[in-house]
């Protein structure tokens, strides 16, 4: 079974400060990985993926991600942050090596960008 | 392109009643997901159709939930009868079904309808 961990219920930052939103994840086989932002009462909304090449990848909104296979970690960081940054993100993971192609999510991490 | 549009936006109802939702993927798109997302947590997936068949159906309460997905374009997903614990926010997305589609691994989603059940 596949499942992904979001240790931090609320993660605070101050604007223009770096941002790290952390995600852990566990599948049997090779790890598809998502990052998606909800807005009130918007739908999710994709940020980035990481399937295969550089564990480094930049998304949308001046987002990136790091894949570290070792420590099974996914952890979604940006250089500064924005007020308008405040959200909810959702990490998520499929099995790649299954045809399974649902994914399955954390349990969401609310960041919220001080002025 | 248009995104995945869903209907209604929001609904209540009793507790035993019916209640239906529907979706519209994005055009051309074979693959289409219904997750239901309980406040303060993930959205979780409760069936996944490739075309007009299901293929992942196991974590759909079947005693209660039904979806169909005829013509393998817009879906509907049934709740009958609803209980306390169904309130949640009902969340269509929709992925190309061919491998060559760059976006073949991303799942784009609709805004979602909220339930409320009394």
């Known amino acids: 079974a596949q499942s992904v961990a979001q240790p931090e219920d609320q993660v605070n930052v101050a604007e223009g400060n770096p941002l790290t939103v952390k995600c852990t994840y566990s599948v049997s086989g090779n790890p598809y990985l998502f990052w998606y932002v909800q807005y009130p009462n918007r739908g999710l909304q994709f940020l980035l993926k990481?399937?295969?090449?550089?564990?480094l990848v930049k998304g949308s909104y001046g987002f990136e991600a790091e894949f570290n296979k070792s420590q099974t970690s996914f952890h979604l960081k940006k250089p500064s942050a924005l007020v308008s940054d405040s959200a909810l993100y959702f990490c998520?993971?499929?099995?790649?090596?299954?045809?399974?192609?649902?994914?399955?999510f954390g349990s969401g991490t609310r960041l919220q960008v001080q002025p | 392109e248009a995104g995945v549009a869903q209907s209604p936006r929001y609904k209540i109802i009793e507790k035993r009643q019916s209640v239906a939702f529907w979706c519209n993927p994005i055009s051309g798109h074979a693959t289409l997901y219904w997750y239901q997302q309980i406040l303060g947590q993930g959205p979780k997936l409760l069936i996944q159709f490739q075309n007009n068949g299901v293929v992942d159906d196991s974590q759909l309460p079947k005693d209660r939930f039904s979806a169909e997905r005829l013509k393998g374009v817009d879906s509907t997903l049934k709740i009958q009868p609803a209980k306390l614990e169904d309130s949640a926010v009902y969340l269509c997305?929709?992925?190309?079904?061919?491998?060559?589609?760059?976006?073949?691994?991303?799942?784009?989603f609709g805004p979602g309808t909220r339930l409320t059940v009394l």
């Open positions: 998520a993971v499929r099995d790649m090596d299954t045809g399974r192609r649902a994914l399955t």
């Open positions: 990481y399937i295969t090449g550089d564990n």
């Open positions: 997305a929709s992925s190309p079904g061919t491998s060559g589609n760059p976006s073949y691994n991303e799942q784009f």
